[in-house]
């Protein structure tokens, strides 16, 4: 089995050889671990716990969504398939395919070590802070934090069969058929009803328990505050069932599920259309269903991205993270968000179609269509989600701690929300503007002939533009520092270096994009690889070894995340040469232009060149200049229609150059009508 190994930890888990080439599709690392959609395929087993989603596939690799503050989204090499996987809040447990048990994440956990020997065992289960195995000769083992006496196995002269942890409680099924319960008891879910008949299978909740009866029937006991226990009528034609802190999951044999209980996440809501499901898993607060066709769904609370983007986003073209969520444009113009919603920060606009750009707050969020209008959803205490009136000819945004800028299609800037730390003192003059990030306390914009103009304060010290201040195609902001890219590919930093977010990582060229948050530091370049820097609280800079090709990155406050593969970056097992000094763009003027574009590049000796104009998307809009050029400078412009004369809409596009030998150079434009 190939297992996904990255310099020290696992990043990810197990991508597929082969499915590197999947556009995309997005990835994330750090304290939000994102499995991307090329690799939940053919997915046979799920199982929840408090903040993470499992899956085990066919071929027995494990799949692991959501938090990984412990290490738990870090797979060590297990060198066997998996059968199952179960999870504590500190822990992740594996049972091997030779009955073997491996566990990973807090080492130094209430969990406790693994029992000795760990051989023999046939299933297993996960509380909040203890494990617990079958064997085959039907002994039941529980170990770690026993406060509540989780681990006090009762005596069973006919073995067990079965087993199931709760929060704080465990349950079993003895080899004669009867339900037992011991542990946490403050609601009564170990006190199993006299009357139950005959089990199949029992589940345990935070406060609650149930058992699915041999004749297809649900019964439960313990807390019903929320209805956890009242199945919904007809209380018939169930195949298996599972129980999150206050809410159970039940599947009928017809594929449809019922959800039950406690809803203030969503958890109970099952996304359409509730069929073909062949499985179910709860999670403290969300919901897991394995469709038959292998493929995952999961609602509910979503903070650590357990739940994660929908399974078919497969055409992301850029993203933009916040403090604990995630924006994504899709190629066709519609939004997506996931993670922490309790401010409503996720809440896409309606209709959600004709977007341009997307742009992450702290705890807000920016939509800007393509007709120039902007909206905003989530925290509004300071009116960062206040967008002024008449405010229609916006070519982009940029979302700040408690304020919102936006950059006007004549060049200006209009910033609104908080006042403090001079969050809304925007540069003099306000013209001439192609980009513009906000920070915390403030932010930087690029004007047309690539120099930066900055405003606000910064916290901390030695904040001083650059020298020479020219040059400069595209920012970053994170919380002490800034990154600046250069038209010629290097990364110029800005601002604090403690965590070492100003040193980018040598060569210091071929760069194309560049992200920054808290004080660690991303760039992407021109052959599609992510490159990380700076202080890695939570693994945000260990960029997966094997991630592929990118073409957008987006960093949070500690974690990373990537859409994968792109048009505009080499395939896979192809990496272009460096780039030779033949083969340099210079510069695009006007940029922002109206009505013509010009492109121009230095050829230091004749060269067989292409040079074409891309989307955002990764799509070709048109091709200025194929063939054989001369040394010295060369020229070509684009007056922004199609290869059939069709006038394009305003936004940004790339400037491709492709030399004989596959080396590139790109230049973003920004066509502005």
């Not at 349950?171 to 542990?183: F, K, P, Q, Y």
């Not at 690029?446 to 405003?455: N, T």
């Not at 595209?474 to 977010?501: F, R, T, Y």
């Not at 859409?563 to 922002?592: D, F, I, K, Q, W």
């Amino acid at each position: 089995m190939k297992i996904w190994q990255p310099v020290r930890w696992m990043g990810l888990v197990a991508l597929v050889p082969g499915l590197l080439s999947a556009a995309g599709d997005v990835a994330g690392w750090g304290t939000r671990v994102l499995v991307p959609a090329a690799e939940q395929v053919e997915v046979i087993r799920v199982a929840g716990s408090y903040a993470n989603t499992l899956a085990v596939t066919a071929a027995g690799r494990p799949l692991i969504m959501g938090n990984n503050e412990y290490h738990q989204g870090w797979i060590p090499e297990l060198g066997r398939p998996v059968l199952k996987l179960s999870a504590s809040r500190f822990q992740v447990l594996a049972l091997l395919d030779d009955s073997s048990l491996a566990r990973w994440g807090d080492e130094q956990g209430p969990e406790g070590p693994l029992p000795d020997p760990a051989s023999g065992f046939v299933d297993i289960s996960s509380g909040d802070a203890f494990h617990a195995g079958l064997k085959a000769d039907g002994t039941l083992l529980v170990w770690g934090w026993n406060g509540d006496g989780a681990c006090d196995v009762p005596d069973s002269p006919s073995g067990w069969r079965a087993l199931e942890a709760g929060s704080r409680h465990m349950l079993g099924i003895t080899g004669d058929g009867a339900v037992r319960a011991w542990g946490w008891n403050p609601d009564g879910q170990t006190d199993v009803p006299e009357l139950l008949g005959e089990v199949a299978a029992v589940s345990g909740g935070g406060y609650h328990s149930m058992a699915l009866l041999q004749d297809g029937s649900l019964a439960g006991w313990g807390n019903n505050g929320y209805g956890q226990c009242t199945v919904p009528p007809p209380n018939s034609g169930f195949s298996s069932l599972s129980c999150g802190a206050v809410h159970t999951l039940a599947l009928r044999a017809d594929g449809s599920i019922a959800v039950f209980g406690d809803n203030s996440h969503g958890q109970c809501d099952v996304p359409a259309p509730n069929t073909d499901f062949i499985a179910v898993a709860a999670g403290d607060y969300h919901s897991v269903g394995l469709k038959a066709d292998g493929t995952l769904v999961s609602w509910g609370y979503d903070r650590y991205s357990q739940c994660g983007p929908p399974a078919d986003l497969t055409d992301c073209v850029a993203l933009s993270a916040g403090w604990d969520f995630v924006l994504g444009l899709r190629a066709d113009g519609r939004a997506v968000a996931w993670g922490w919603n309790a401010l409503g920060q996720c809440a896409v606009p309606e209709p959600n179609s004709g977007f341009a750009a997307v742009s992450a707050g702290d705890y807000h969020s920016l939509f800007l269509r393509q007709d120039g209008r902007v909206e905003a959803a989530g925290w509004n205490d300071s009116g960062q989600c206040n967008v002024p009136s008449g405010l229609e000819d916006v070519v982009a945004v940029s979302a700040g701690e408690e304020f919102s800028v936006a950059l006007r299609q004549d060049g200006s800037l209009i910033a609104w929300g908080s006042e403090n730390n001079g969050r809304l003192n925007l540069p003099v003059p306000n013209s001439g503007f192609v980009a513009v990030e906000a920070g915390p306390c403030g932010g930087l914009a690029l004007r047309a002939d690539g120099s930066i103009a900055s405003w606000g304060t910064l916290e901390g010290t030695g904040w001083t533009l650059p020298d020479p201040n020219s040059g400069f195609t595209e920012l970053a902001m994170g919380h002490v520092h800034a990154l600046l890219l250069h038209q010629d590919g290097h990364i110029v930093c800005l601002g604090e270096n403690w965590g070492g977010q100003g040193d980018v990582p040598v060569p210091n060229s071929g760069f194309v994009a560049v992200a920054a948050a808290a004080a660690a530091s991303l760039g992407l370049k021109d052959d599609g690889t992510v490159v990380a820097w700076g202080h890695d609280t939570m693994g945000q800079c260990l960029v997966p070894q094997e991630l592929g090709p990118c073409e957008a990155i987006a960093m949070g406050p500690d974690y990373t995340v990537a859409v994968r593969g792109s048009a505009l970056a080499v395939e896979p097992g192809r990496r272009p040469a460096p780039r030779p000094a033949a083969l340099t763009l210079l510069e695009a003027m006007p940029n922002p232009f109206n009505a013509r574009v010009r492109v121009s590049a230095q050829l230091s000796a004749p060269t067989e060149l292409s040079l074409d104009i891309f989307d955002l998307a990764g799509r070709r809009v048109r091709r200025l200049a194929s063939g054989l050029q001369p040394a010295g400078r060369f020229e070509a412009s684009w007056d922004g229609a199609d290869e059939s004369g069709a006038p394009t809409a305003s936004g940004f596009y790339v400037a491709r150059m492709t030399g004989a030998g596959g080396q590139q150079a790109t230049l973003r434009v920004l066509q502005v009508k």
